[in-house]
Every structure is written in structure tokens, then in C-alpha cells.
């Protein structure tokens, strides 16, 4: 005699059509959180705003600002200041662009932890519970 091992989560077993449909329906969320996420921009600046970058939700770099008059650009070290002026606000940027996600994705990421290890373990971007947002592969790295 076998035993359906569904039964022990009571109430007359497992529904798979319940599940199969939840499934679905954190997947159109996921979706459409990713798309406002595409269309979404957010800004970082370093230095009272003499460097400002812009980036998507997904932290994809759409745009660098310097504001005029704020480097000198004469010589090699002003450049260089510069282009530590361009990666601080991307970064800054992108620290916002990672919250604006963790917000619009949290609340599924959530709902999926019991799957496959939850998002972190399986969907690229996303990050897991021991992700670093600093390093890649952590919830800082884009490419959802």
C-alpha cells in the first residue's frame, strides 16, 4: 500500500493546479517589477554635484554630467580626479538603483525563498540571503 506523502500537509492533499497557478502569478509580478525597473532612472553625484551619473533601475549607466567649470582637465591628475569623480557617483548611483530593486523585487524574493534556495541561489542579479551587494554575483550585480 503507498501513501501519498502529500497527505501529511492536511486538508486532502496537494494541489498542484493551485500551485502551478501561484507560480505563474509571482512570475507576471517579477516581470513587470523588471520592466519598471528598465524604465526607471535614478541619479548619484559626487562633489556638490560637479559629477553627476545617471542610471537605470538595473543599474545600467545611461548618462555622465560634469558640471561646467568644476575640473580643470589641465593636467593628468585633474583627469584622473576626474575619473574618480565619474566612478563615485556611478557607485552612488548604483547603491540607489539596488535599493529602488530590493524595494520593487523584495516582497517577491520573499515569497520565494523556499524554491530552489530562494532567488539568490538561481536567478542572476538577484543576490541570495549571503550576498554582498559590494561584490559580483551580490544583490549589487545587475542583469536580471
Known sequence: MTQNPFD???GGGFDMNALLQQAQQMQEQLQAAQERLNDAQVEGEVGG???TVTVSGTGELVGVTIRPGTVDGGSEEDLADL???VVAAYRDAKA???ALAAEA???MAGGL???AGGLG???PGLGGPDADPGQPGGAGRTGF
Open 113 to 115: 525563498d523556499g524554491l
Open 49 to 51: 554635484g560637479a559629477v
Open 8 to 10: 501529511a500537509l492536511g
Open 96 to 98: 540607489r538603483a539596488d
Open 83 to 85: 575619473g574618480d569623480m
Open 121 to 123: 541561489g538561481g536567478i
Open 105 to 107: 523585487l523584495g516582497p
